[in-house]
């Protein structure tokens, strides 16, 4: 899990769990790269990538675009989780 900030607001970016009976698990299953993106303060996933491609999402915007849209021209700012904590 990686933690970041985007336009002022905070996310968690997970990958996907091969054990879950999802859709999204299927597909980690079969060897694709997904990635679930969490808001911390409203705890909803927002968007998910697969293999580098938004495939799902809530309709998140962020100031100058859709997450994922290509429009977003903001650097998001990286913070690591502690090695005691992952």
Not at 65 to 80: A, F, I, N, Q
Request: glycine residues 10%; positive net charge.
């Amino acid at each position: 899990m990686v933690q970041f900030k985007l336009s002022g607001r905070e996310f968690e970016a997970i990958e996907q769990n091969r054990k879950k009976p999802s859709r999204w698990g299927r597909l980690a299953r079969e060897k694709h790269q997904v990635v679930q993106f969490h808001d911390v303060v409203t705890k909803k996933y927002v968007a998910v990538l697969v293999d580098g491609e938004v495939r799902g999402s809530a309709g998140l915007k962020l100031g100058c675009g859709k997450l994922g849209s290509g429009t977003e021209r903001l650097k998001p700012e990286r913070k690591t989780m502690p090695l005691s904590q992952r």
